[in-house]
């Protein structure tokens, strides 16, 4: 149950579906697999496992959901040998150049004919809404995934108000100034041991350093040259590691010891009583650091208290 990536997204209007409302709607398009002729198919499972017909699970005020992607594996060499040898087979047979087009509808129809034999291989994508805190948060690192699975709930719901988080301060410069200026980093975040260092030219440069401390003279002369940070390893409250990118997408999450701890003393005594503590917890911990996080890109200005 624990996400290893956070995907971001901002709910800019209230999502006032209860968990039985969110499971109805999602009772539109259940998964159900690629049929013969189908390169792929998507749909929503529970996220509890076979034995449960609950689409939307919730807990806290979070409500979980999981996308379930089937598709077809049909490489393009295997087509291509196919249509070689059928492009062969014609040319020497009505002794013609077979043309752009017709090679085209040839490829076609072979993959409509090699469809219903391929393998087909299937995942998994959990999301959790957080209605209160204003937070959709998806557990992939690709805009393709998290894009699929908003363009299917917004299909199931009719709208779906939710956009990339915003910030008063760039990314980049504020992770620049955090490992440049020692002591800039506000607590209760620390340095981890990864980050990626890009030029600012046309031609850019990369520098990426991994199990490595970062306050060393090495990545320090990277960024006295002009690079930016574009990516950085971060730990949170010594719960939480990470690596933030300067799109705000979050990567190699790694829960640490302290809240495996705290699994162990809750003591589940079932497979569904386990997952259900590992989302109260996750979502708990997650919700806290994305705050703290949030807070960091905000303008002095703008959190100032009204005199």
Excluded at 97 to 121: G, N
Aim: charged residues 30%.
């Amino acid at each position: 149950m624990w996400f290893k990536n956070l995907y971001l997204l901002r709910l800019n209007a209230e999502f006032s579906l209860t968990p039985e409302e969110l499971h109805e709607a999602l009772e539109s398009k259940p998964f159900q697999g690629c049929g013969k002729d189908q390169r792929e198919a998507s749909g929503w499972v529970s996220p509890l496992g076979r034995d449960s017909d609950q689409l939307a699970h919730a807990a806290n005020g979070y409500m979980l959901i999981t996308l379930s992607h089937q598709e077809k594996m049909l490489p393009a060499s295997v087509i291509r040998e196919e249509l070689d040898a059928t492009v062969a087979e014609i040319e020497a047979k009505e002794g013609r150049k077979v043309s752009k087009r017709e090679k085209q509808d040839l490829r076609d129809e072979i993959e409509f004919e090699l469809l219903p034999q391929a393998f087909t291989r299937t995942k998994k994508l959990d999301a959790w809404i957080d209605p209160q805190h204003g937070w959709m948060v998806i557990n992939t690192s690709s805009n393709t995934q998290g894009e699929r699975l908003t363009h299917l709930l917004r299909s199931c719901l009719g709208s779906l108000p939710v956009v990339p988080p915003k910030t008063d301060m760039s990314p980049a410069t504020l992770m620049t100034q955090w490992l440049a200026e020692e002591g800039s980093l506000p607590a209760p975040f620390v340095l981890g041991e990864d980050c990626e260092l890009r030029s600012q030219g046309d031609e850019q440069s990369v520098a990426v350093f991994k199990r490595h401390e970062l306050t060393t003279e090495e990545v320090q002369t990277n960024l006295a040259h002009g690079k930016m940070v574009s990516k950085l390893g971060l730990v949170w409250d010594e719960k939480i590691s990470f690596i933030l990118s300067d799109d705000l997408s979050i990567r190699r999450v790694r829960f640490l010891d302290v809240l495996e701890d705290s699994l162990k003393d809750a003591d589940p005594q079932s497979h569904a009583e386990k997952l259900d503590i590992e989302f109260s917890l996750m979502t708990g911990e997650v919700t806290r650091l994305l705050a703290d996080l949030m807070q960091c890109f905000t303008a002095p200005e703008a959190v100032a208290e009204p005199a």
